[in-house]
């Protein structure tokens, strides 16, 4: 079943208590929304992916020492693609982390399971399902922005 | 009957979110859970690794329930996969889609062994 797209340029923001209690809804809510404006289930799903993994590093990390700390989550839909931005004024990602995330945690030994990871996936998990990963830190204000592109309508259609 | 012992202690304590069940020497658990993210995941490996080290040797996830992981999900069953001794001792059952489609992300999918049923999951850990 196919939804109608949102209309392009329209733009949602939600603001999140910084608590690991409150991925599940964000992530819920990001599906909705992301299949709402016509991505198909699986594109869906790995948008919430994306977002689920996102916030919940500013949580485990930007924001461990800051109790009652809030994230902006917003959700532009461009007519071509659907622009996220996730922010905080928590403790900025490690400038190399974004880089060294190369997808090569899953480059594990199936046969050998000393190598296979048990953390340090989320953001190769995020490069993976997204067109675009960008970070910005500049005056105390994290900004994850995340690009996704548009499909045709082709794809939406699920079997 | 030591071991016996065991499994009623597991049986007798409460376990949140997740319910198990034993069927022969293989114990399946069943998260109740819709999601296994960082909210629920550490709780989660902590108390499925507690039945194997109280002497749960061949274990069956039942993912009926789950829509959703992230990557401490992920982690989760890996680290569990990890503290069983391999994946010839664990098997996962019912994976949705959405599931699955994260475990091919990752490649998890080429190091858990996944069955269609519960029935075939517990008879792969009894061979």
Redesign the interface.
């Known amino acids: 079943m196919n939804s109608s797209p949102a209309a392009a340029n329209s733009h949602i923001k939600l603001t999140i208590e910084g608590r ?2 409150n ?2 809804m964000v ?1 819920a809510v990001t599906r909705i929304l992301s299949s709402e404006s016509g991505f198909s ?2 594109s869906s ?2 948008i ?2 994306a977002v ?2 996102a916030v ?1 590093n500013v ?2 990390y930007g924001l461990s020492e800051l109790p009652s700390s809030e994230i902006d989550l917003s959700l532009t839909y461009f007519e071509q693609y659907l622009a996220i931005e996730i922010s905080d004024n928590g403790i900025p990602m490690p400038s190399q982390a974004l880089e060294d995330a190369d997808g090569s945690v ?3 030994l ?1 046969h050998d ?1 000393d190598t ?4 340090g ?2 953001l190769s ?1 995020i490069k ?2 997204m067109d675009r990963v960008e970070y910005s830190s500049m005056n105390g204000r994290n900004t994850l922005r995340l690009i996704k592109l548009m499909e045709s309508i082709d794809a939406t259609t699920d079997s | 009957m030591e071991n016996m012992t065991i499994l009623l202690n597991v049986e007798s304590k409460k376990l949140e979110n997740m319910t198990i069940k034993h069927q022969d020497a293989v114990a399946i658990v069943e998260p109740q859970r ?2 296994i ?3 629920f995941a550490i709780k989660f490996r902590e108390d499925v690794i507690a039945l194997v080290e109280q002497g749960q040797k061949k274990l069956v996830l039942n993912l009926s329930n789950v829509e ?1 992981v ?3 999900g ?3 069953v ?2 569990i ?2 503290a069983i001794g ?1 994946n010839q001792n664990l098997t996962l059952c019912h994976v949705k ?2 599931v699955l ?2 475990f091919k ?3 998890m999918d ?2 858990f062994i996944i069955l269609p049923s519960e029935e075939e999951a517990v008879a792969r850990l009894q061979h």
């Open positions: 690991l209690a991925i599940g992530g289930v699986m799903t790995e919430e992916l689920v993994e919940t949580i485990k899953f480059d594990f199936e399971m296979w990871p048990t953390s996936m989320g998990l993976a399902v | 819709k999601r993210d960082a909210s959703f992230d990557s401490s992920l982690g989760a890996v680290s996969m990890k391999g889609d959405s489609a994260v992300l990752t490649r080429k190091i």
